[in-house]
């Protein structure tokens, strides 16, 4: 028997707006110190620097004002799932508006702080249902915004990694909003119900085709806390790298996710 189709997660507009908010003020707050060397240095991505990364995350933000300022689609045509899949197409525009910014934006806070009041004003002027154009197809904006929750996420960890001692915060709805995104786009990359994958306290999906457990502790198991399976699934962290460094637990023949990640650029 095929597994039961899951409903689609739910997420509540005002918290994710919230979340969006606290974690871009989280890293505005951290690079607004940084030195000009600090902000020359290399990152994990390519050959981006510091400031061009931090250039970047304003296009969190005001991807969402680029994008109403599109036509409207006629009809929604994408789901908040096909979101992560579409991006990569993105990759060689996106790399050249980070380079671009960051040359026109000596002033990086004033950038960061620009976006941050139009992503605000567009918020509070359409309502969540109004369409957009996205790389994943025709979105609302309502879900568009929790797309912004693993963008902040995944950069604000890059940034982390890249200038020492920076150890920028993660807000908590943010990271539970991405987390979860992430933990359902696998379960449509590998539908099925043989593998539980559990990231404590904010996800668990099946995946995986084969033997479906009914009840009791299901026979392929991998657990990982919600940091590592952000990485796993952005390509940050390869499987085989958290298994060797006790990042994830796996068992069951039906336990290696390996293949199936990263799901994302």
Not at 118 to 132: A, I, M
Not at 183 to 201: F, H, M, N, Q, Y
Request: a negative charge; proline letters at 8%.
């Amino acid at each position: 028997m095929p597994p039961a189709r899951r409903r689609p997660r739910a997420y509540d507009p005002a918290r994710t707006r919230g979340a969006v908010l606290a974690q871009f003020g989280n890293v505005r707050a951290a690079v607004r110190g940084l030195t000009a060397e600090q902000l020359a240095l290399p990152t994990r991505l390519g050959d981006w620097t510091v400031r061009e990364l931090v250039a970047h995350v304003g296009t969190a933000l005001t991807a969402v004002d680029r994008l109403l300022g599109e036509p409207e689609p006629a009809r929604q045509d994408g789901r908040l799932l096909d979101w992560p899949f579409a991006i990569d197409a993105d990759a060689d525009a996106i790399a050249g508006t980070a380079r671009r910014l960051a040359a026109d934006h000596p002033g990086l806070d004033a950038h960061l702080a620009d976006a941050e009041r139009r992503f605000t004003e567009r918020l509070d002027t359409h309502p969540g249902s109004r369409l957009l154009p996205t790389s994943g197809g025709a979105l609302p904006l309502a879900d568009y915004v929790v797309t912004r929750t693993v963008e902040l996420v995944v950069h604000t960890d890059d940034l982390t990694a890249a200038v020492p001692g920076l150890d920028i915060p993660l807000d908590r709805q943010a990271l539970a909003a991405a987390t979860r995104l992430l933990a359902d786009a696998l379960a449509v990359k590998a539908p099925g119900a043989s593998t539980e994958v559990r990231i404590p306290p904010y996800a668990v999906v099946q995946c995986v085709e084969g033997p479906r457990h009914t009840r009791g502790t299901p026979p392929n198991v991998v657990e990982t806390d919600p940091l590592t399976w952000v990485r796993l699934a952005t390509g940050r962290l390869t499987w085989e790298d958290a298994v060797a460094e006790a990042k994830l637990s796996a068992s069951g023949e039906r336990a290696d996710l390996g293949a199936l990640l990263p799901l994302l650029g």
